[in-house]
Nanobody, 118 residues
Framework: VRLVESGGGLVQPGGSLTLSCAAS????????MSWHRQVPGKGREMVAG????????NYAESVKGRFTISRNNDLDTVYLQMNNLKTEDTAVYYC????????????WGQGTQVTVSS
């Protein structure tokens, strides 16, 4: 099983980035996908989630209206479009895959750094 994030980097406040997470080794379309982030010294925070067929999404209040999660089940990839980035969005962003039926499986990517700074 692999989740490989890409697209992180340095961006100025107000800028945009799109993160991608390429999945392999499991049935991607059967998993809920989500993005989480973590800064040093703090716990991991869920940023956005999307259900198996992509018709339901949810977001942390801090990113609503600025971030958009989407997925392509033909490409086994989930995306996070981030607009109007703020310095407080600086974090390591992690991709997560989860399923609870019939058994519980949870997978994490290695993370990609996003730094918002002028």
């Amino acid at each position: 099983v692999r989740l490989v994030e890409s697209g992180g980097g340095l961006v100025q406040p107000g800028g945009s980035l799109t993160l991608s997470c390429a999945a392999s080794g499991f049935t991607f379309s059967g998993y809920t996908m989500s993005w989480h982030r973590q800064v040093p010294g703090k716990g991991r925070e869920m940023v956005a989630g999307i259900n198996q067929n992509g018709d339901f999404t949810n977001y942390a209040e801090s990113v609503k209206g600025r971030f958009t999660i989407s997925r392509n089940n033909d490409l086994d990839t989930v995306y996070l479009q981030m607009n109007n980035l703020k310095t407080e969005d600086t974090a390591v962003y992690y991709c997560n895959a989860a399923t609870w039926s019939p058994n519980r499986y949870i997978y994490w990517g290695q993370g990609t750094q996003v730094t918002v700074s002028s």
